[in-house]
């Protein structure tokens, strides 16, 4: 055997091995961009889904699988992460939790003053709709009522307080700051009823229908986390709220749905219609207050509720300045005009007692003796 076929053949054995380790280098680089993207995917899928989480952002997708078995286990970790903390969702309101995540810290007591718009509801005639109805669709008839409540309040920019029995505490402009917060609660008490009318065209015979009284006002309160350093809740404290509540309550004498304050009314600027009821002194408030029935949105009220609101309110022009039997009067031609109208009734059988036994001073204040 010659040189030249020994080194043809350390050659050839040569080119052999180097495609041999060429093809394992490949192969090793493919099994390891496999087991990579294997590895690398769903710790990716985790961490996007936790930063989500950040911001109360929760996806309900299930964290994906591995075959690495820490990464499975910290898959299913986060998957019931994210079920307490949808959990955690339905008791708080949202926007709260998402600052306290963006924040980064513990939830202590304290409260800020801040003028906030304050929204009280509840159902009209609920205990004698409960009565009629077993606990299992009496559940279901307010959960369906709660959902289209709260659906307008938050659509509007609302955070849902609480929920009190049939009743439903809301406010605006907190804990984010929304700007025109007086108007959008109003926008949101319209939708809601409106929403309210349409759900009772399409309700069957023999169900309930679910009518809604809301009182609003607006002003400055303590919001903010309050209670023990064990337990406290985000809610608010102030005199304002519980002129909103009461007002709510007010809608059932003057058979009005929609009630505020006539602050609320000056600071929700231009593209409502309004109707002033009266003046009146709150149970729990010595200082009078101007309350109004929110009508409608510009444009959208029928001409006869207007002319009718027109005469109603020269009624009470007349009433405010002592003159009870043109008042009486006025308002009873407001009741012809809208027979329904419990407001005109109710006012018109006022102004007919005080000018039987006119008062000595009168400042045109009603002072209420129930909530």
Known sequence: MDQDDVTAGLYREGLIAAAIALTFTL??????????ARISKPVTAITNDLARVGSFDISREPSPTSFVREIHELGRSVDRMKAGLRSFGHYVPKDLVRALLAQGIDAELGGELRTLTIHFSDVENFTVISEGLTPTALVDAMGRYFELMTGALTRHGGTVDKFMGDGIMAFFNAPAELPGHERQACLAALEAQAQLAEMA???PPGEPILRARIGLGVGEVLVGNIGTPERFAYTLIGDEVNLASRLEGLNKLYGTRIMASGALKEKAGDGFEWRCLDKVAVKGRQQGTIICELIGVQGEVAATVLDARDVYERALDAYFAGDFEKAAATF????????DDLAAAAMAERSRTLAAAPPAAWDGIHVMREK
């Open 332 to 339: 009873a031609e407001a009741w012809r005009l809208r027979p």
């Open 201 to 203: 065209r399409h309700t």
């Open 27 to 36: 192969l090793a680089i493919f099994i390891g961009t496999i087991l990579s």
